[in-house]
């Protein structure tokens, strides 16, 4: 296994740039729905509920439950097999929209269903931090 295999990094489309901004400063936004009230996630140019082009980020709460996930313990050779054993988990964050993620900074033994989590992020270079999420103590 060649260590030179680069992790790749996200796409920063023009639509999810604020996001990935305010992820390098720590912050963790959400699109909302100014028509329809609701939040969005992932990012769009309008809203999947009602249509409108109204979309405006707000700050978030960071905070959400595991709607499910799985640990990864076997893996083709990739820039993640020396990250395992690692979890990638669905979150279902508080304002009613789901995100794909990893938990990290715990055993993967002691994750559940519904367990309380929080954001954190991890920095992968100057331009982008990963928003990833560990047990809310
Ligand atoms: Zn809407």
Redesign the pocket.
């Given at each position: 296994m060649s260590d030179t295999v680069q992790k790749p990094l996200p796409e920063m489309s023009q639509v999810a740039k604020p996001f990935w901004e305010a992820a390098r400063e720590g912050r963790f936004i959400l699109q909302k729905?100014a028509?329809?009230g609701?939040h969005v996630f992932f990012p769009r140019i309008r809203?999947p509920?009602?249509s409108?082009d109204q979309l405006d980020w707000v700050d978030a709460s960071g905070r959400g439950t595991v709607y499910s996930y799985t640990v990864v313990v076997n893996n083709a050779p990739s820039a993640f097999i020396n990250d395992m054993p690692y979890v990638v988990a669905i979150i279902q964050l508080d304002e009613g929209v789901r995100l794909l993620s990893n938990i990290v900074d715990c055993d993967p033994a002691e994750i559940r269903c519904e367990m309380p989590v929080e954001v954190i992020f991890e920095k992968l270079d100057e331009q982008f931090s990963l928003p990833k999420f560990k047990p809310l103590t």
């Open positions: 729905c028509a329809c609701k809203c509920h009602c409108s």
